[in-house]
């Protein structure tokens, strides 16, 4: 099977809706994944700006979006040692998070006091985790350690079925974390998802009966520049190439 990892458009956080460049993202994202087959469910985030980028897709395919409020973004709000900043979990300075060990273990960066000044993040990442496991699970693939246990006895019965997921950069992160064994630090502070970029990740069945997940593409923008629409900088500290 495939998943697919949508980021909602240019933000107005605000109002937790779009700007007009991301109103402009959402409907050069909807001709991109209008054209795509065997699109089986779509799931959305609570928040506005999320809906509001899946809405110009849902219209052009017919179709309507589970909602679950674990795919929020993952806004477990901390105090940042080193500047004060009072906000996401993420955006340390290098010097503060690269110096402990922990922060690259896929277990223990929960456990650093930094992370466990918010005694509701330990719990909302668990909660992610079983809610995308939850989502796999009805398509028959039950993680078992670092990998999944599936159904498939001979040829994988769902290795064309696709699920979307459109929601934010900090909740993708941890659905990634977990799917790929990893800590969710590490994509936070290493990888950038820009508004309205698509991340994709199939199931590998090898062997018959055991699969992982692999990631295909991450942060694709392609839909934006075949339109003309420079990329967002939106939660990014540098420029982003636009090549």
């Known amino acids: 099977m495939r998943i697919i990892f949508i980021r909602h458009g240019d933000p107005d956080y605000q109002h937790d809706s779009l700007t007009e460049k991301g ?3 959402a409907a050069l994202l909807s001709e991109r994944v209008s054209s795509w087959e065997n699109i089986t469910e779509i799931f959305c985030s609570p928040l506005g700006r999320a809906q509001e980028t899946a809405s110009y897709s849902l219209a052009r395919l017919g179709r ?38 922990e922060m690259y273990d896929k277990k223990e960066w929960k456990n650093t006091q930094i992370y466990r000044s918010n ?15 939850g989502i796999l699970a009805k398509y028959g693939y039950q993680k078992h350690h670092n990998f999944y246990v599936t159904e498939h006895k001979e040829t994988p019965k769902q290795q064309n079925e696709t699920i979307i997921f459109f929601c934010h950069l900090g909740v993708t992160c941890v659905m990634l ?15 950038y998802l820009a508004p309205t970029s698509i991340t994709v990740l199939a199931a590998e069945e090898r062997m018959p ?16 520049m075949q339109g003309g629409e420079p990329v967002s900088a939106a939660g990014y500290f540098t420029d982003v190439f636009l090549g």
């Not at 709000?77 to 110096?99: A, C, K, L, N, S």
């Open 119 to 133: 005694p509701e993040l330990a719990p909302a990442y668990d909660e992610v985790c079983a809610g995308i496991d």
């Open 64 to 101: 309507e979006a589970v909602t679950y409020p674990w795919l929020q973004e993952f806004a477990y709000m901390i105090d940042d040692p080193t500047t004060g900043r009072h906000g996401v979990p993420w955006d340390f300075m290098p010097e503060y998070w690269t110096e402990m060990e």
């Open 177 to 191: 974390s977990h799917l790929l064994g990893i800590s969710p630090v590490v994509l936070f502070h290493g990888f």
């Open 209 to 224: 009966g055991k699969a992982v997940f692999r990631v295909q593409s991450m942060g694709d923008t392609a839909h934006l």
């Open 23 to 25: 109103r402009r993202e």
